[in-house]
């Protein structure tokens, strides 16, 4: 009957330690099968980790292994934490990493110098043409995956330029004909991969591309997009419009296009359709966009993290999207 109870009974590390009066690190060795400990003594804390059904938590994982049980959650130098995607996908991401045991830690821009003495692994968000975390972890012997276009090492990705070309191609057959990709900082020297994909569309439709590039700004992308429509519709006042279809690289930015549009008075999907990429639930209500798996994207990073760890050969790994029209187009 105590036995039972015991059994029930959610066991820490340090109640092991306890019990067999030793410090927690030889409850560690023990458990890890690490020299320096007497077969005697390795017995009396196996039996009793066993006697307790002992089951350990991501946070015993982290007292037994240190850093190796932590794998870092890293931002790139952008500010994306302000984006609702990086928020979602953060989500899924620390569930997947707490079922596999594993503690996960979040790290800023700021921190990254920190990863390789806090971290045993790492999944890097965000991208930039002079990242320098790769080279960073790589010089420190941690096993990293990316989560965006394939780039050095481990990468995982939804395929934004097959995605975009679709988008575009769906919305040259539904006969626009002047269509502007808007999307953040277009100028800056780095992949833009769905920018390429509304390119290819339009190269094989023979149609002229126009872009429009915004500055990154300390605020969301519906305001940026926002602010940067309504100033050009007030300046522009009753032109004709130059376009009749916005192809945003995210649903935040064609969120922000719908409503300045219909402050003034432009008719969504009628004069000018708006189409988004992400399918971000509860924003996208009402928005065509592409559809991405974020969850299937953290369950991939998990695979790929073993990879890395048990020393394999990197590869990228593009997962495939889907359209979802809606009434914006």
Known sequence: MIKSQ???????????????????ASVSRALNGKPGLSDALREKILAI?????????????????????????????QDIELRPYYILLYQHL???LHQQGMVPVFFNH???????????????????????????LKAAAIP???IGDAGEGFSVAPDDRQGLYEMTHHLITQGRRRLAFMGGEL???RPHSRLEGYRRALAEAGFAECLISLPHRFASDSLNSYR????YLYQEGAQPLPFDALVCATDELALGCVAALEDRGIEVPFQVAVTGFDDLPTLA????????????????SMALLAEAKAGEAPRHVSLPVALVLRETS
């Open 94 to 96: 620390t569930v997947a």
């Open 6 to 24: 015991q059994s029930a009974q959610t066991a820490t590390i340090r109640e092991i330690a306890r019990r067999a009066q030793v410090s927690i």
């Open 144 to 146: 990293f995956v990316r």
């Open 285 to 300: 209500t009402g928005l065509t966009t592409v559809r991405q798996d974020i969850a299937e994207i953290a369950e991939t």
């Open 110 to 136: 700021q921190q990254t110098a920190e990863l390789p003495e806090r971290a045993g692994a790492a999944i890097l968000l965000g991208e930039a043409p002079d990242d320098e975390r790769p080279a960073l």
């Open 49 to 77: 980790s066993h006697e307790v059904a002992y089951q350990p938590s991501a946070a015993a994982r982290q007292l037994i292994s240190g850093k190796t049980a932590v794998v870092g959650i890293s931002l790139g130098r």
């Open 187 to 189: 100028e800056v020297p």
């Open 228 to 231: 940067y429509l309504n100033r």
